[in-house]
């Protein structure tokens, strides 16, 4: 596996303080990598997009609804006593 440019400089940093000796900076990077933790990607759902997914896959079979090519833009309303969302065509 290729390292990033972080893992390269922290093995060009152990061969130097190795005195150029490759394989036992290779010995001492496998003890500093196998250490280090490993970053699983987590894969989260946005919660609005899947409520409106819920809502709207009701009408996925009528015909009558036409969304253009380029879709909507649905926003909460803004301001002072302001209630519902403001849906705007894409143009």
Do not use: C
Not at 33 to 61: H, I
């Amino acid at each position: 596996m290729p390292r990033t440019k972080g893992q390269e400089r922290k093995y060009q940093a152990i061969l130097k303080s190795v005195g150029g000796n490759s394989a036992a900076a290779n010995k001492i990077y496998k003890i500093w990598s196998d250490a280090q933790p490993r970053k699983k990607k987590a894969v989260t759902v946005d919660a609005v997009a899947a409520k409106l997914e819920a809502v709207l896959a009701q009408l996925v079979k009528d015909k009558s609804l036409q969304l253009g090519n380029k879709g909507y833009t649905i926003k909460r309303a803004k301001g002072k006593g302001a209630k519902g969302f403001s849906i705007i065509k894409n143009e």
